[in-house]
């Protein structure tokens, strides 16, 4: 027998064994280990969650447990989540080890705790989250976005310090990956300007890194929010989105550097109201103040072009919280009722449906439900990804993580819960999960 057979005896051994031995934790080798290896008694459960369907690879919002998970109640696995809070290596691992398993039940025991949002669980996030070792190491670097958004999950808003530190932590400021662009996200949402100067500082000229773009064009709408002017000059070579992104942050940070081009671009493609460089020329004119453009921008918004209204509903997921918010959401109001639910109409509709849900109007949940109800996907995934934040495609991306989530309106829960159950598609159910886990965090239902 040659060492290639026997190294390869040896290693399914070692899987056999993997498999069989007994669960083993390092808090007294708490019963409930064993019943979760085993699919059996009160904690059975965790092993179809965390060993079957795989939820703590994918996350719970990608796992088909999602729902269980989200209604978990008073089946919450409190002593076995305390065990496995007890960080036992690097990249957050748990002390917790479980031969089937491996030691990756950290991070899904704090994603069941953001799903629940339990006060219950307050003091294992407090006690968790008081060793700021835990996030300063390099091996955690990119956990730190995860772990903004379990706690955006969960929603206490006495956890933005916490949140604040971890992205800005170090020297210099940690800009590397997106867990500035997650938390000026949730910011956003929870009305906290604590992150005002840190998003100030991404858009340093001195910093040139492809890693950056996330975090400054989370930034960079989390300042056109809090009506900070402060990098409007510097938005043009920093570039933190599309073009057209651009554009409206500009014109809604009062630069009118540009307002000739946009007034030219507005003229030249006069005959062509479907460009989305014309849309966002009238968008940032009219939040300059020019009220020829404002009627214009409405106008197309809400008129019978297909093409050149789907273009300029694109536009209105950035314009959230401007001035002109207020006045699109007066005109949508009058004519979203009327749109059929399918093709470019139904998308159309489905970002205007996103836009008033995200702005408090609870009156378009009939057409939330007819809208999920539509066979056409890209109708639904608009809708989705709109309320999920995570549209792409469009001038305004949040993060991918979902953490731009959710509408401040109460009964939108049920209507998720409803098309989460009847969605087909993967990618349109995790939008919709993913809208559906940071409603509380964002002050609905």
């Given at each position: 027998?040659?060492?290639m057979t026997?190294?390869?005896?040896?290693?399914?051994?070692a899987?056999?064994?993997?498999?069989?031995?007994?669960?083993?934790?390092?808090?007294?080798?708490?019963?409930?280990?064993?019943?979760?290896?085993?699919?059996?008694?009160?904690?059975?459960?965790?092993?179809?969650w965390f060993?079957?369907?795989?939820?703590?690879?994918?996350g719970?919002t990608?796992c088909?447990?999602?729902?269980?998970?989200?209604n978990?109640?008073?089946?919450?696995?409190?002593?076995?989540?305390?065990?496995?809070?007890?960080?036992?290596?690097?990249?957050?691992?748990?002390k917790?080890?479980?031969p089937?398993?491996g030691?990756?039940?950290?991070?899904?025991s704090?994603?069941l705790?953001?799903?629940?949002?339990?006060?219950?669980?307050k003091?294992?996030?407090?006690?968790?989250?008081?060793?700021?070792?835990?996030?300063?190491?390099?091996?955690?670097r990119t956990?730190?976005a995860v772990?903004?958004?379990?706690?955006?999950?969960?929603?206490?808003k006495?956890?933005?310090p916490?949140?604040?530190?971890?992205?800005e932590?170090?020297?210099?400021?940690?800009?590397?990956?997106?867990?500035?662009?997650?938390?000026?996200?949730?910011?956003?949402?929870?009305?906290?300007?604590?992150l005002?100067?840190?998003?100030?500082?991404?858009?340093?000229?001195?910093?040139?890194?492809?890693?950056?773009?996330?975090?400054?064009?989370?930034?960079?709408?989390?300042l056109l929010?809090?009506?900070d002017?402060?990098?409007?000059?510097?938005?043009?070579?920093a570039?933190?989105?599309?073009?057209?992104?651009?554009?409206?942050?500009?014109?809604?940070?009062?630069?009118?550097?540009?307002?000739?081009?946009?007034?030219?671009?507005v003229?030249?493609?006069?005959?062509s109201?479907?460009?989305?460089?014309?849309a966002?020329a009238?968008?940032?004119?009219?939040?300059?103040g020019?009220?020829?453009?404002e009627k214009?921008?409405?106008a197309?918004?809400?008129?019978?072009?297909p093409?050149a209204a789907?273009e300029?509903?694109?536009?209105?997921?950035i314009?959230?919280?401007?001035?002109l918010?207020?006045?699109?959401?007066?005109?949508?109001?009058?004519?979203?009722?009327?749109?059929?639910?399918k093709?470019?109409?139904?998308?159309?509709?489905a970002?205007?449906?996103a836009?008033?849900?995200?702005s408090?109007?609870?009156?378009?949940?009939?057409?939330?439900?007819?809208l999920?109800?539509s066979d056409?996907?890209?109708?639904?995934?608009?809708?989705?990804?709109?309320?999920?934040?995570?549209?792409?495609?469009?001038?305004?991306?949040?993060?991918?993580?979902?953490?731009y989530?959710?509408a401040?309106?109460?009964?939108?829960?049920?209507?998720?819960?409803e098309?989460?159950?009847?969605?087909s598609?993967?990618?349109?159910?995790?939008?919709?999960?993913?809208?559906?886990?940071?409603?509380?965090?964002?002050?609905?239902?």
């Amino acid at each position: 027998m040659n060492h290639m057979t026997i190294g390869r005896l040896a290693t399914c051994l070692a899987t056999a064994l993997l498999l069989t031995v007994p669960a083993v934790s390092h808090a007294g080798d708490h019963p409930g280990w064993a019943e979760a290896t085993d699919g059996k008694g009160d904690y059975g459960y965790l092993r179809k969650w965390f060993f079957e369907d795989g939820c703590p690879g994918k996350g719970f919002t990608a796992c088909k447990d999602f729902k269980a998970a989200l209604n978990i109640g008073d089946k919450f696995p409190t002593p076995l989540v305390t065990d496995a809070l007890v960080v036992g290596g690097d990249n957050l691992t748990s002390k917790s080890c479980i031969p089937a398993w491996g030691c990756s039940t950290l991070i899904p025991s704090l994603e069941l705790i953001g799903m629940r949002g339990s006060p219950d669980n307050k003091a294992l996030l407090d006690g968790f989250f008081a060793n700021a070792e835990l996030w300063e190491s390099n091996q955690a670097r990119t956990r730190r976005a995860v772990l903004v958004r379990i706690l955006g999950w969960y929603g206490d808003k006495s956890f933005a310090p916490v949140i604040k530190a971890m992205v800005e932590y170090e020297p210099g400021r940690e800009f590397t990956n997106v867990a500035l662009a997650s938390a000026a996200a949730l910011f956003e949402q929870w009305g906290d300007n604590s992150l005002i100067e840190a998003c100030q500082a991404t858009f340093d000229p001195s910093i040139d890194s492809p890693a950056i773009q996330d975090a400054r064009s989370s930034c960079a709408h989390y300042l056109l929010k809090f009506g900070d002017k402060s990098v409007a000059g510097k938005l043009k070579r920093a570039k933190p989105g599309s073009d057209a992104y651009t554009a409206v942050l500009l014109g809604g940070m009062g630069d009118s550097s540009n307002k000739a081009e946009w007034q030219t671009t507005v003229k030249d493609f006069a005959g062509s109201p479907d460009r989305t460089e014309r849309a966002a020329a009238l968008a940032a004119l009219a939040l300059l103040g020019d009220a020829k453009a404002e009627k214009e921008y409405l106008a197309l918004l809400t008129g019978k072009n297909p093409d050149a209204a789907f273009e300029h509903a694109q536009i209105l997921a950035i314009l959230q919280g401007t001035p002109l918010a207020k006045k699109a959401a007066a005109a949508v109001k009058k004519v979203v009722g009327k749109l059929d639910a399918k093709d470019k109409v139904g998308r159309t509709r489905a970002m205007m449906v996103a836009f008033l849900l995200r702005s408090g109007d609870a009156s378009v949940l009939p057409d939330a439900v007819a809208l999920f109800a539509s066979d056409d996907t890209d109708v639904r995934s608009q809708l989705a990804g709109a309320l999920a934040g995570t549209l792409r495609g469009g001038p305004f991306v949040g993060p991918g993580n979902g953490i731009y989530g959710g509408a401040p309106v109460a009964g939108l829960g049920k209507v998720l819960d409803e098309a989460w159950g009847n969605e087909s598609d993967a990618s349109v159910k995790t939008s919709i999960a993913q809208a559906w886990v940071m409603l509380r965090s964002v002050g609905g239902n």
